[in-house]
């Protein structure tokens, strides 16, 4: 038997690195993202998982860095 599992479509503010004036500013930006994306993760796991269905997170493309701007 195949055990349940749940995907949870994320949608959250994209703070741009494209107008980053250095890399540690950007880096910044960057953390400060990963860590929201980890307050998320674990709001919508909700703690230890045993007979809990696995959870598949999706964020969506170039959510952390910002669009490609004349790349």
Known sequence: M???????CMQTI???????KTRDEAM?????SLDRWIELITSAVGGP???KPKVLC???????QGFPIKE
């Open 28 to 32: 910044a930006i960057l953390n400060s």
């Open 14 to 20: 994209n703070h741009c690195l494209n107008f980053a």
């Open 58 to 64: 999706l964020f969506p493309e170039f959510n952390l």
């Open 49 to 51: 998982r045993p007979n």
């Open 2 to 8: 195949i055990k349940p599992w749940r995907a949870v």
